[in-house]
């Protein structure tokens, strides 16, 4: 890791990643209400599917519509989450932490210093 402090000069240097951790959990959360949407209209589609095969064959199709619709949405929902809380991280909140003073910082994009 190349970051260094800039109020001390170390270089043991933490990443709070407060945005990853929050976007991930509200991006999980809003996953979830989109998977019980998609969860409804899968188990409306499984049902649809499967009245052809009679009454069995629709229970058995709307329970793994919905199955399939939420962990769809659960799991795009996080995905979503964690990238949009990784720009927020880089962009916006002072992710680095000085692990000997504890001064908190940004890393800036325009440096010179950062040459990846
Ligand atoms: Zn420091």
């Known amino acids: 890791m190349s970051e260094q ?14 945005g990853k951790k929050t976007a991930g959990v509200v991006g999980a959360s809003a996953g979830t209400y989109g998977g019980y949407a998609a969860a409804t209209a899968g188990a409306q589609a499984g049902a649809a599917l499967g009245i052809v095969a009679g009454p069995i064959g629709a229970t058995v199709g709307g329970i793994g519509g919905a199955v399939i619709g939420a962990l769809l949405g659960g799991a795009t929902g996080a995905s979503a989450g964690v990238i949009l809380g990784d720009v927020l991280d880089d962009r916006v909140l002072d992710n680095y932490r000085c692990l000997d003073c504890g001064y908190s910082f940004s890393v800036d994009p325009d440096s010179p210093d950062d040459t990846h």
């Open 5 to 18: 402090c800039p109020n001390c000069l170390s270089v043991r240097i933490g990443k709070n990643n407060y």
